[in-house]
């Protein structure tokens, strides 16, 4: 007898799904714009000279590029700032928001899960595949349990050969 004929794989015949958040991640680059290099001595915004500064300024390199908007001086810096930004960055920039890049990555991440079909999962077992890639934010995770809690079976996280259950509907 064959030891090949008695190997069964059971995480195959277990009807499991697997959600890889990473095949929602955004592969484009990422850019961090700080507003504290427009201030006046790393402490004031200057209009007249922002306002120059934007006019001026070449915009085409945010081309499909991500872009948070932030300011990490402890500065106080007008709304209508992080407005002309992003009114000269729109025409280039696939996707602006205000914030640090983990907020970014949020922002991205709720917006590319937002596009799945919930109901495809209706009734499934879904393992949340984790802990493979650090570009996943939590905020992901969260997400695609909220999303999913009301139609699967079951939630679990890791891999199929070693999860955490998370949610089992009671029939």
């Known amino acids: 007898m064959d030891i090949q004929e008695n190997i069964v794989n059971k995480v195959a015949s277990s009807g499991l799904i697997t959600f890889n958040l990473e095949d929602y991640l955004d592969k484009s680059d990422r850019i961090l714009y700080d507003i504290k290099d427009n201030l006046f001595h790393g402490l004031i915004l200057k209009e007249q000279d922002f ?102 079976k079951s939630i679990m996280y890791g891999e199929p050969c070693s999860t955490v259950p998370i949610f089992k509907r009671k029939d």
């Not at 700032?81 to 729109?90: D, H």
């Not at 990555?105 to 890639?133: H, M, P, W, Y």
């Open 51 to 152: 306002r120059a500064f934007v006019k001026e300024y070449d915009w085409t390199q945010y081309q499909d590029k991500n872009v948070a908007i932030t300011c990490t001086a402890d500065a106080i810096v007008p709304t209508w700032a992080y407005m002309l930004l992003a009114n000269k960055m729109k025409p280039y920039a696939k996707e602006i928001v205000f914030g640090d890049l983990n907020t970014l990555d949020t922002i991205l991440f709720a917006k590319s899960l937002a596009k799945i079909n919930v109901e495809d999962f209706a009734g499934q077992r879904v393992v949340v595949k984790g802990c493979a890639n650090p570009l996943i934010p939590i905020s992901a995770y969260v997400e695609v349990t909220a999303l999913l809690t009301p139609v699967v």
